[in-house]
Each structure stands twice: as C-alpha cells, then as structure tokens.
C-alpha cells in the first residue's frame, strides 16, 4: 500500500493538504443538504461522519471549518493519502476478500477480534471476549463476570415517542421497525421478527463472508447461541472454528493439572470426538467403553472438576464421580453432579 505524506503538518485542515481530492468544509456540505449517511456511502472515514453528524446537531459548532476530503480514485483515508499498489478501488478490495471467503477447517483457527477495552478473563489463552458478548446477558468473563456489569441501566433508558425502543434500550427511529427482516436496525435484531426463512438462516450461516452491517454489528437473538467473533451464532459449531478453540482451550492438558495425566487421557476420549482426538492425543487410540470405564475408575480422583474451568456463567462447573456410572446423551458425557455458586 503506498501512502503521501503527511507528516510535516498534523491539522489538515486547509485545501492544500489534500493531494488526491476535494476538500470541501461541513458548512458547504450543509448547505447543499448533505446528510451523514451521504458521507458514510461515499465512504468517508467514521470519525469524519461522527464529526459531521455532531456539527448538523450544532450549528453554532466550531466544527464548520472542518472539512471532508471526496477522494479520487483509487485514494483513500481521511485526507486521500492511501492507495493500494493495484488498480483495484479499496471497496473492490474488500468485496473480493468476503466474496472468496470459504468454508474451512484447518489447524489454523479463528478467534475473532479481541475486545481489549475490558480486562476480561474469557478463558485460557487464546479465548479472548468478543465484543458481542459484552451485555448479552450471559456472564462471559471468568474475573467477576464484568461483561455484564451495569447492563441494567440499558433497560432502564428510554425513547422518544418517534423512537422503537430495542430490546437492549437502545433506540432506533420508528419507521425501521418491521421493514426488512433479513437487515436489523437493533444490534440485537429485536426490531425485526424472529424468523427462521431459509433466506434469514442462509444469511446468518454465511455472515463470515458479508462485511455488512446486518453481519458485522448485531449480537445473537438467542441467549443460547454464542457468538462465532465474525457475525455468525450458532448453536452447533462455527464456520471458522471459534467454538473449538474456546472448547479446546479448556480441555487442554495444561489447564486441567489437577488429575493425572491417565485421567485425563481418558476424559478426552470420553469427550471428543475421532475428528479432534488427534488435536490432544498424538496417534491416540481410545479403549473400548468397557476399557475406559473401568480406567477411569481406576485413574480418576472420587470426585472431581472437569474442566478445572467453569464450563458456563463463571461458577457453574461439571463433577464427576469415579464410583458413579458414566451416562452419554447425544454423545455428550453427561456430569455426575453440578456445582453452582447461588450468589
């Protein structure tokens, strides 16, 4: 990517700074009736649009002078002094790396984009909390479940009477409600009914690919599903692996030191399937039921974690007992017991 610079004046705000566009100032664009969403099509930068859009509120704003730079192409960024060295547009760019996007499952997992702004215990390294789990109201963050920390006050707020009221609090104005089921205005789809069209799942399923809003914004509807870190929920598995690693994490050998090794060997064969066996066990051959049951009564502590780390809520963990006998449904191994903090 090449890039003019800039550096020998950090205002930018006269004409003359902008080498490969138009400048033209937030009074100039108010006149001719240019609104935010004007700007944000033509694919200005967010911060120029939230600047613009805070002077139409304030017309007795200091922010008149400033002024938005139309790039030519294939130029862009705040004062048009980026470009790719290719003659495709950055929106082009952009569009082929979704379009291309496909379905794989490698050793090379996804985990999405860190939220870094709360100190939060997701789990062991490399589980890190999507900001889509911030106020879902499901406890992520094993460290005093901050995640959902003062969300309350969100149900407290309320809308104007030309306002639909999400139901996260947030406000949306009223003629968005109900006009496109497949694009949600409310980060928590609430404004749009709940249907699950094969037009709505195919959406949903391929939003790893759809650098759109209605992908890249929205929390799940369903407190059950969790969020993939790309736009997509599921309630099975993720299209780039982020169930996994967050699985995998916990399960690890290293995060559940508190049983033998023998133990946990047998754990895994209980709990994973062939597809991942490998992933902890090298060239690993698991015993048959009968085997493995009577190992683990042999190997396993009378009663016990696993895994050593809260499994949802962060205090709700699974027990086993290695007198009890091991139950399965749907190839789940289904705990012994369930340990939960009441506060």
């Keep these: 990517m090449r890039s003019f ?22 009074e100039t664009l108010k006149r001719k009736n240019i609104t935010g969403e004007h700007l944000y099509l033509l694919s200005a930068p967010v911060d120029v649009v939230e600047r613009y859009q805070e002077f139409l509120e304030n017309s007795q704003s200091p922010l008149s002078i400033h002024t938005f730079n139309n790039c030519s ?3 862009f960024g705040e ?24 379905f794989e ?49 969100l149900d407290m707020n309320e809308c104007k009477d030309d306002e639909f009221r999400c139901s996260n609090g947030f406000c949306i104005p009223k003629e968005l409600f109900n006009d496109d089921s497949l694009n949600p205005d409310c980060i928590d789809s609430s404004d749009e009914k709940y ?9 949903r399923q391929n939003c790893f690919k759809d650098p759109t809003f209605r992908c890249e914004e929205p929390k799940c509807r ?18 780039q692996d982020r169930d996994s690693i967050l699985k995998d994490a916990k399960l690890s050998r290293n995060e ?19 597809i991942t066996l490998d992933y902890f066990l090298e060239n690993a051959e698991c015993v048959d039921d009968n085997e493995k049951e009577n190992r683990f009564r042999e190997k396993c502590p009378f009663l016990f974690f696993f895994t050593i780390q809260p499994i949802v809520l962060n205090h709700v963990h699974f027990v086993y007992a290695n007198n009890l006998t091991n139950r399965f449904k ?14």
Aim: contains cysteine; negative net charge.
């Design 5 to 26: 610079d800039l550096s020998s004046n950090r205002s930018f705000t006269s004409e003359k700074y902008v080498i490969h566009g138009t400048s033209i100032t937030f």
């Design 73 to 75: 192409e294939p130029w």
């Design 79 to 102: 004062y048009c002094q980026y470009s790719f060295s290719m003659s495709c547009t950055f929106n082009e760019i952009v569009s082929t790396y979704f379009t291309h996007l496909t």
């Design 105 to 153: 499952i490698n050793d090379s997992v996804y985990n999405g984009a860190c939220y870094i702004f709360m100190k939060c215990n997701r789990g062991p390294s490399p589980s890190c909390l999507d900001w889509r789990e911030v106020c879902d109201r499901k406890i992520d963050c094993l460290n005093d479940g901050r995640d959902e920390i003062d969300c309350d006050q």
């Design 195 to 203: 249907d699950e069209t094969e037009d709505y799942l195919s959406v």
């Design 222 to 239: 369903n407190e059950r599903m969790l969020s993939c870190g790309n736009g997509q929920c599921s309630m099975l598995f993720c299209r």
């Design 256 to 274: 559940n030191l508190h049983i033998s090794f023998e133990c946990w060997e047998i754990l895994i064969c209980y709990t994973v399937t062939d």
């Design 330 to 343: 749907q190839d789940i191994f289904v705990p012994h017991y369930i340990c939960y903090d009441q506060e």
